[in-house]
């Protein structure tokens, strides 16, 4: 997803289909944006996305999204498997 300049930004267990052979597919891409060419963070108002999941700098006001956040939820996602 990041390969493509997206922030997918609520990933969680539930957004995470596993096919039969096992292959893990990330799904429900409601809350993603597609980043600018050259920028690292998109801007975002309103808190958006999965508390359970979501990067502890995300509820501070003005914090946006990033590629730093997408990793974090797949962090918590890894350790709730």
Known sequence: VHDHQVVHG???GA???VSDEGVARLCDFGLSVLL???SQSISHTGLK???RWMAP????????PSY?????????L???V
Do not use: F, P, Q
Request: hydrophobic share 35%.
């Open 10 to 12: 609520d990933i969680k």
């Open 15 to 17: 957004n995470v289909l």
């Open 36 to 38: 600018a060419e050259h």
């Open 49 to 51: 996305g999965t508390s």
């Open 57 to 64: 700098e995300l509820l501070v006001e003005g914090t946006r």
């Open 68 to 76: 730093s956040t997408d990793v974090y939820a797949c962090g918590c």
């Open 78 to 80: 890894l350790i709730e």
